[in-house]
């Protein structure tokens, strides 16, 4: 039995020695390698955390002290440690999370998996157990990972300064990186301690001299490193930018060194006050394929060959989403001048590294800030560009307010290209992009579309970036490009029609990809006698007035969309068909208002009755057991049950 069998909880861990301690370090990363191989997930960052993680776990009691861990991505080994180990069902249903959750374990605080909150998080608890006479338990929170650069951070750091008497400690896990390598005024100050000649010199001068005398020497060592750190401090002056917020400062340390993380958690636990832990560690340490991946060093992963870090699996079933915008945008900006590209630390993820290659000084990474990304690209429209910002779905929620104030306010031309829309998956609730349709369509004069294949998302984009008075948005799933479905016929004002009906029955407004959808829709409710339209609208916001022409003809509507159904597009069209004067009867299909857990898309998409089969049927049952008039009757053996076989 390896050591990493023998660990069912923290307290397992007290007893080991630092021979076993770096041994089941060694277990943790061969472990992660074999298993998150096999399912995906975030493989990087955790083989970063692996010591820093058993230092924390050692020196502090949890769930008695609540450990919050920011950009929850790194808690693999915080869960091996805490007793689920079976990664065999990783990020898949019934299987564990990809990132804390409270329903596995009480050692989970924080499920939000948005960068930059652990601090704010750790604030309220140390506050909340003074206040109510829990004095005697400590918060730790595990801020880094790119973290640094989101403004909530400070926000935190600041007001944590405030009020010293309580028991938090803060361990900035400095990798250097995000998702890539993280940027900003911030990350090349800490890089400079990281680098600095006289840090890394002395620390490794010193740890040869010492290790010459074998353990006695190797002992000295770890002893002294304590007065070496202090020194180190006033050599960087990394101590004063914390001093400045009135918060102790230890470090910087090696974070892969469970003894001197260790040594430092003891003195910052007895402080009894706010301290700062300075760790540096390696993200993808102990894996050569992670440490050569210059892009991301393995940030997250699908299946891979442990061996060699190559992808395996399934063969592609076309060109990304992502890869589709990529490509469009740069060939954009080749004949625009005024196209500029803004990302929050996703770079390569969300498209944009292809303009920045070719326009290095045309593309902004803002690092983990969302807000200021959007209020500088206002101002970056007012004085004569056209930017273009691109997030995956589920980040445009942390900047609502600016895009609202800043961007529409002032009739901003700004576009939004929002990656991973709508379902995505495996990541669960905090990355589902099902929120943005709701939000943002109440920001006035805003324009939303939702291409349905890759034709239509160069159209749009095009379209899009000619706006220079308002908010445009562009959002798209995660995964693979469809087919191109070509249409029947485009109204007037851009609305594409993809089946005529043989009789205006039902009129079928698909948002999206979910056009193959509709048109599958629209067969099984052929085959049973009633006559469908689809349509795909393209631009969903504002609602096309040929839509609602086109529902006036029609004696139901209904919309499919990726997204709630609450506030959705199916609710905006019900809107304004009754501003209109039209008693059409409109079925919204979408999304619960409820927090989805981790799945795959079709599992997901299934339990919501988003699925031809579901809608045909619930379609056939609705007429059937309404008194909505179609255009011809219905066949005796009309059966939702036939909807099956088409």
């Known amino acids: 039995m390896t050591l990493l069998e023998q660990i069912t909880s923290p307290r397992d861990l007290d007893a080991l020695t630092t021979e076993q301690l770096i041994q089941l370090s060694g277990e943790v990363r061969q472990f992660l390698i074999a298993e998150v191989s096999k399912t995906g997930g975030h493989l990087g960052p955790n083989l970063g955390v692996v010591e820093l993680t058993i ?19 790194q808690s693999y080994v915080h869960k091996l440690l805490t007793g689920r180990q079976d990664f ?92 890539a390598p993280t940027i900003g005024g911030m990350a090349r100050y800490l890089n400079s301690v990281r680098t600095a000649a006289g840090y890394r010199d002395l620390h490794h001068s010193s740890e040869r001299l010492f290790g010459h005398f074998g353990a006695f020497g190797r002992a000295i060592y ?5 007065g070496m ?57 102990g894996y050569q394929p992670a440490r050569a991946d210059e892009a991301d060093q393995f940030h997250a992963v699908g299946q891979i060959d442990p061996e060699t870090g190559e992808p395996i699996g399934s063969a592609s079933g076309g060109p990304s989403w992502t890869s589709v915008f990529s490509d469009e945008i740069a060939a954009l900006a ?67 307010d600016q895009v609202l104030m800043d961007v529409g306010l002032h009739h901003a031309g700004v576009t939004f290209v929002l990656d991973r829309a709508g379902v995505t998956g495996p990541d669960g609730p905090s990355h589902h992009g099902i929120w943005d349709l709701a939000i943002l369509q109440v920001v006035p004069h805003i324009r ?60 079928i407004v698909t948002v999206g990809p979910f056009a193959s959808i509709g048109l599958d829709v629209a067969e099984r409710l052929a085959a049973q ?5 689809v349509i795909d609208p393209r631009w969903v916001v504002p609602v096309a007035k040929s839509l609602i022409e086109l529902a006036a003809e029609h ?42 857990e981790h799945a795959t898309r079709a599992q997901i998409l299934e339990d919501a009755r988003l699925t031809p089969q579901h809608i045909a049927r619930d379609v056939v049952a609705q007429v059937l057991g309404s008194k909505i008039p179609i255009a011809r009757p219905l066949p005796d053996d009309a059966d939702s049950r036939q909807l099956d076989s088409h």
């Not at 990132?99 to 750790?122: F, G, I, N, T």
């Not at 926000?155 to 900035?172: F, K, W």
């Not at 006698?529 to 339209?533: E, H, K, P, Q, V």
């Not at 209904?558 to 597009?569: L, Q, S, W, Y």
């Open 55 to 73: 230092a924390i776990h050692r020196v502090f009691d949890s769930p008695h002290d609540a450990i919050v861990f920011d950009t929850g991505h």
């Open 88 to 179: 065999s069902h990783l990020r898949e249903r019934g299987g564990l999370a990809g990132y804390p959750q409270r329903s596995e374990s009480p050692h989970d605080v924080v499920e939000s998996s948005h960068a930059s909150s652990s601090l704010s998080w750790a604030d309220g608890i140390s506050r909340a157990f003074t206040m109510t006479g829990q004095a005697n338990r400590h918060v730790v929170a595990v801020v880094g990972d790119g973290a640094l650069t989101g403004g909530m951070t400070w926000e935190a750091l600041n007001n944590i300064s405030d009020d010293n008497d309580r028991n938090l400690v803060i361990v900035v896990n400095d990798n250097g990186r995000s998702y």
């Open 222 to 226: 770890r002893g002294a490193r304590g």
């Open 229 to 285: 750190h202090g020194f180190l401090s006033r050599l960087t002056n990394n101590e004063a930018l914390y001093s400045n917020l009135d918060i102790k400062y230890i470090g910087p340390i090696d974070g892969h060194d469970v003894e001197a993380v260790e040594q430092a958690l003891h003195q910052a636990k007895e402080y009894r006050q706010p301290v700062i832990v300075h760790a540096i560690t390696e993200k993808g340490r």
């Open 334 to 400: 080749e004949k625009n001048p005024k196209i500029v590209g803004i990302t929050a630390a996703m770079l390569r993820p969300t498209g944009l590294h292809t303009l920045a290659e070719r326009f290095p000084s045309r593309v902004l990474d803002v690092g983990i800030a969302e807000q200021h990304a959007v209020t500088s690209a206002a101002g970056m429209a007012f004085g004569g560009l056209h930017p273009v910002v691109a997030l995956y779905a589920t980040f445009i929620n942390r900047a609502f």
């Open 448 to 507: 939303l579309s939702a291409p349905r294949d890759a034709v239509r998302l160069r159209e749009v984009l095009a379209e899009a970036i000619a706006v220079d008075d308002a908010p445009t948005v562009i959002r798209f799933p995660k995964g693979s490009v469809g087919a191109n479905i070509d249409a029947v016929r485009r109204m007037d004002d851009g609305v594409d029609v993809l089946r005529e009906g043989t009789q205006k029955d039902v009129l």
């Open 529 to 533: 006698g009633i006559g469908a339209t």
């Open 555 to 596: 004696r139901l509507v209904i919309t499919i969309e990726d997204g709630i159904r609450v506030g959705g597009i199916g609710t905006r069209i019900r809107q304004d068909l009754r501003e209109a004067g039209i008693d059409t009867a409109v079925t919204e299909l979408g999304l619960p208002d409820e927090f989805i």
